[in-house]
């Protein structure tokens, strides 16, 4: 009976995942993928408890609610959660303390971590072991044969854990390739083509404010188009490579480097009716570093700000233990909550043309500094981009 529960649980789930993965498969709008997997939470839930032959299939229902979190369906999660406290209240008497207890540490886990879905998973997996073996020592009378409830136990877990994975697994693919190979060279490039566009946007700009015969503007434009190409030059590097972004560190003036992206970036702004401000520097501020990297994101930071209608954009700088923090802040239309959890998400963007590449190469290059960026926003206008590198 044990063994037969078990088989019944694993086909159940292993079939719902693959007829959610063959209908998302022809499905290319991302809403109607959403919904899909919503239905497929509450289709999985339904299916698991109508075949319930025992107390078994209790155990496994908290798997739908792991991989609600896990693909940030939280709303969803959290409403089954409800709707399984409910459920269990009624037809088996659970304390409600209990409940409230264990599926509050399900969701603040979610909260907590949910930039970090590896250890999301292996939180969940730890939690379910300790709040199982708890409510079956504690509530349940089975100290008569100690020894086999710890191995149904044991073998619900292991079995939870395995199933919760490879359902994980198999739920990732369902929105990707499965070719990895043709995966990772089809992000490179898109990564690349991405950034190529800035640099080409900024020539243009000049050249069409360039004019022949007024020596100044020459003077100005000519170099800010050479530094322009020669970036370009670098990207198309790492095309030819289709390898993951590298930096070069040489010791670079951060202060020269905001003024320089201000320079490039200032006529470009002004077609656009946009007012940038940047500190009056009259020192410098030396650090270890790849100029055109970091001149790379503050681009695509600025860029991104007047794409979101703003109409002004500051960048402030603050020193502190050995560290120097940037903020870029704009007043565009700023970043809903829900879309702010998936800020950096490779292929994920709120522009209807977007490719969430920018930001995602961004996030690439700090790291490679050992700094940090973060993205802050009301949801409702303006948002605050942070980013922290050392000083060493």
């Given at each position: 009976?044990?063994f ?7 086909i ?6 693959f ?8 499905l ?12 497929f ?38 409403i089954?959660?409800?709707l399984?406290s409910?459920l ?8 409600l303390?209990w409940?409230i207890v264990?599926y509050g540490?399900?969701?603040f ?10 250890k999301?998973l292996s ?19 089975y100290?008569e ?18 199933l919760?994975?490879v359902?994980?697994r ?8 499965l070719?990895?190979d043709?995966m ?13 566009k ?5 020539c ?11 020596e ?12 322009e ?9 790492d ?16 202060y020269?480097?905001?003024e ?9 702004l ?6 940038l401000?940047?500190?009056?520097y009259q ?15 503050l ?9 979101a209608?703003a109409?002004?954009i ?24 829900e879309n ?13 043309k ?17 700094g940090?960026?973060r993205?802050?926003?009301s ?6 981009v ?7």
């Amino acid at each position: 009976m044990f063994f037969y529960d078990i088989l019944l649980v694993g086909i159940l789930c292993l079939f719902s995942v693959f007829a959610f993965n063959f209908v998302s498969f022809y499905l290319k709008n991302k809403k109607y993928k959403d919904l899909l997997f919503t239905i497929f939470l509450f289709f999985l839930s339904a299916i698991l408890l109508i075949y319930s032959r025992s107390f078994l299939m209790f155990f496994f229902l908290d798997l739908v609610i792991f991989i609600g979190y896990l693909r940030y369906h939280e709303n969803d999660a959290f409403i089954l959660s409800i709707l399984f406290s409910l459920l269990l209240l009624t037809l088996v008497d659970f304390p409600l303390l209990w409940l409230i207890v264990q599926y509050g540490t399900y969701f603040f886990t979610y909260l907590i971590f949910y930039q970090k879905k590896q250890k999301m998973l292996s939180l969940f997996i730890t939690e379910k072991a300790f709040f199982t073996s708890l409510f079956y020592f504690f509530y349940l009378d089975y100290f008569e044969n100690l020894a086999y409830s710890f191995l149904v136990l044991l073998a619900c877990v292991l079995f939870f854990r395995l199933l919760l994975v490879v359902m994980f697994r198999l739920l990732k693919l369902g929105n990707v390739d499965l070719s990895l190979d043709y995966m990772e060279t089809e992000k490179s490039i898109f990564k690349i083509t991405h950034e190529i566009k800035n640099p080409i946007a900024v020539c243009k700009g000049y050249l069409d404010m360039l004019d022949v015969h007024d020596e100044d503007k020459v003077s100005r434009y000519i170099p800010i188009i050479r530094s322009e190409i020669d970036r370009t030059l670098t990207l198309m590097d790492d095309f030819m490579s289709m390898k993951n972004i590298h930096i070069r560190k040489d010791i670079l003036d951060l202060y020269l480097l905001i003024e320089d992206v201000y320079d490039v970036m200032l006529p470009v702004l002004k077609q656009h009716k946009v007012k940038l401000i940047i500190p009056h520097y009259q020192d410098e501020l030396y650090m270890m570093g790849d100029y055109d990297r970091l001149k790379q994101v503050l681009i695509n930071l600025i860029k991104n700000a007047y794409e979101a209608k703003a109409t002004k954009i500051e960048i402030r700088t603050h020193c502190f233990s050995k560290r120097v923090k940037i903020e870029v802040v704009d007043n565009g239309v700023g970043i809903s909550k829900e879309n702010l959890k998936r800020v950096g998400e490779i292929f994920y963007s709120t522009k209807p043309k977007g490719t969430g590449i920018g930001v995602n190469l961004s996030k690439e290059i700090i790291g490679l500094h050992k700094g940090d960026i973060r993205y802050q926003s009301s949801g409702k206008k303006g948002t605050l981009v942070t980013i922290i590198l050392p000083l060493k």
